[in-house]
């Protein structure tokens, strides 16, 4: 008798082993993403993640690794306007919605832009990026004013503007030539992620994170 139960013992715990396993099969085919589940929808939420990996201070452990590699982007589509190439150094400060000095006390009654992330090199070059992720939301006076108010003359300056589609109306293709603005597409920087991806070692938890938001840029921006 005790050696029947023995058995059906066994047997009870084999097939809780074989649901367990079944069931472990089912978690890891349930596919999800952190960016998901965190409803990042919103132009300032992406601000947010792209000047997280910009910031060579930031906990990412990727120190000015992806900064560089973005400069490099810039400046290769600078180089298509004759502009000299920035350079990287330690003294690179990465700002959120920084807002536009008043240069000119006559046009104080004017809205001060303030942009999605500016890149400071001290007094050497600063870079300001306007990110969209609706085409709806690109505005040609937007564009003049931010340039205008942000550019220095004392320092290099360069304005990039990240949109949904490499097809802009008239105007705004007007008026990104005429204030020399670098275009990139969404597109271009999920190229840029996952190259960067594929080219540095990264930790476990780092590689998650770079692939969920290669995967939700495609399936919200670019894909929607």
């Given amino acids: 008798m005790d050696k029947d139960l023995l058995e059906l013992e066994n047997k009870l715990s084999l097939y809780t082993l074989e649901d367990e396993l079944k069931l472990l099969c089912i978690n890891q085919n349930q596919e999800f993403n952190i960016f998901d589940i965190m409803h990042i929808n ?34 290769e589509k600078r180089n298509e306007f004759g502009f000299d190439d920035l350079k990287s150094s330690k003294e690179v400060e990465i700002k959120l919605e920084e807002t536009a000095l008043n240069k000119n006390k006559t046009e104080g009654h004017k809205k001060r832009r303030r942009t999605d992330i500016s890149i400071n090199n001290s007094d050497k070059w600063k870079i300001i990026i306007e990110n969209k992720i609706h085409s709806s939301a690109i505005s040609k006076e937007q564009l003049e004013e931010s340039e205008k ?27 990104t030539e005429k204030c020399g603005i670098i275009h990139f597409t969404w597109s271009e920087l999920v190229d840029l992620l996952f190259n960067f991806k594929y080219n540095h ?16 840029i495609q399936n919200n921006i670019i894909g929607g």
């Fill in 149 to 175: 108010q942000f550019r220095n003359p004392k320092r290099d300056f360069c304005f990039v503007f990240i949109t949904p589609s490499s097809n802009l109306k008239d105007n705004i293709k007007m008026a």
């Fill in 42 to 75: 919103q132009e300032v939420q992406f601000s947010y993640i792209l000047s997280f990996l910009l910031d060579q201070y930031e906990s990412h452990g990727l120190k000015d690794s992806f900064l560089i590699t973005f400069l490099d982007k810039i400046n």
């Fill in 201 to 216: 070692s990264l930790d476990s938890k780092m590689d998650y994170i770079l692939s969920d938001l290669i995967y939700h």
